[in-house]
């Protein structure tokens, strides 16, 4: 068993930044990937960002490529998820995701998920 939860979502203005936290519990996260997901009212679920937690492998959707940055801290078995440049169209809640499948990109390739955290932009 997995257990994720995230912290540090709140209101922004555009063009400002937030940092996410996914702090992870349970079993060892060696061969897991941890990804953020994001889901806007009418809207399915986006995936965000990942990384590998062995090898610190980064993968981002199209929507966040240079502006967000994804990475992870060993000792304190976090993963933190650094938004810049923010746009209202980034406003969601933000939920991070553990799993061992592929493709990467899909929400179903995951099996632990944290409770979310709200991010919500203005213009």
């Known amino acids: 068993q997995v257990q994720l939860a995230e912290s540090g979502g709140g209101l922004v203005q555009a063009g400002g930044s937030l940092r996410l936290s996914c702090e992870a519990s349970?079993?060892?996260?060696?061969?897991?990937?941890i990804a953020w997901f994001r889901q806007a009212p009418g809207k399915e679920r986006e995936f965000v960002a990942a990384?590998?937690?062995?090898?610190?492998?980064?993968y981002y959707g199209n929507s966040v490529k240079g502006r967000f940055t994804i990475s992870r801290e060993n000792a304190e078995n976090t993963v933190y998820l650094q938004m810049n440049s923010l746009k209202p169209e980034d406003t969601a809640v933000y939920h991070c995701?553990?799993?061992?499948?592929?493709?990467?990109?899909?929400?179903?390739?995951?099996?632990?998920w944290g409770q979310g955290t709200q991010v919500t932009v203005s213009s």
């Open positions: 990384i590998s937690w062995n090898g610190g492998i980064t």
């Open positions: 349970g079993r060892t996260l060696n061969s897991y990937i």
């Open positions: 995701a553990a799993g061992m499948k592929s493709p990467i990109q899909r929400d179903t390739s995951y099996g632990y």
